[in-house]
């Protein structure tokens, strides 16, 4: 059965701080898929990233990165230099090719505090 | 593109009384998912149709949960009777077979139900 850890529960930093928020994942498929979800205050979940297993190449999106590790079952997400807006709730997802269907499972998130 | 539109955002009714959830996904999307949001949880898939067919409803809680997808362009979630247990955020999903994999899963604003 697929599954998403995020032990971070919560994590609070000062503007312009790096964070990295954990991932790790479990799954039996030898092809699947990850996201990143951001869900802020006013409640939506908005797509920040998809990556496929067979895929190794760290993605940078601005002050977003992305650090995928098939070895360690892994798919960290830092914020460089953080902002006040950057303040919300992160999921990891995990989908499955085969075994899990079409199914997104997700972690239990965590809540990001960006303060001044 | 408006996106996944789910209705009412907001919802209050008393135990006991029958609730419908609704939901318009992004047309041309042929996968259309329910998803529930509570506090202990977490985000988890309640069930997803293909082409309008049922697919997986193995996370629907139990008997008083139902929903159809008479169309394309509509779907529904009913709780008959409710219970305050069932208060939560209802999320609506949609994408596209292909499409899936490569940008993810595209949700509603949600459906924020609270049974007093």
């Known amino acids: 059965a697929q599954k998403v850890t995020q032990a971070q529960t919560e994590i609070s930093v000062v503007e312009k701080e790096d964070v990295t928020l954990d991932c790790v994942y479990e799954t039996r498929d030898t092809t699947y898929y990850l996201f990143w979800y951001k869900q802020p205050p006013s409640g939506e979940l908005v797509f920040l990233i998809r990556?496929?297993?067979?895929?190794?190449q760290n993605e940078i999106s601005g002050r977003y990165s992305w650090n995928f590790q098939k070895s360690t079952s892994s798919f960290n997400f830092t914020i460089t230099a953080s902002q006040v807006v950057d303040s919300a709730v992160y999921f990891c997802a995990l989908s499955e090719a085969k075994g899990g269907g079409n199914k997104l499972t997700f972690g239990t998130g965590t809540q990001l505090k960006v303060e001044l | 593109d408006a996106g996944v539109i789910q209705s009412p955002r907001h919802e209050v009714t008393e135990m006991g009384q029958e609730v419908t959830l609704r939901c318009k996904p992004i047309?041309?999307?042929?996968?259309l998912f329910w998803y529930r949001q509570t506090m202990m949880r977490g985000l988890e898939l309640l069930i997803y149709f293909n082409n309008n067919v049922p697919i997986d409803d193995s996370g629907m809680p139990e008997d008083r949960f139902s929903a159809k997808m008479p169309n394309a362009s509509f779907s529904t979630l009913k709780i008959q009777p409710s219970e305050p247990r069932d208060s939560a955020v209802y999320f609506c999903a949609s994408t596209s077979g292909g499409r899936r994999m490569y940008y993810g899963y595209t949700f509603g604003s949600g459906t924020r139900l609270t049974v007093v």
């Open positions: 990556r496929n297993s067979f895929d190794e």
């Open positions: 047309s041309g999307h042929d996968y």
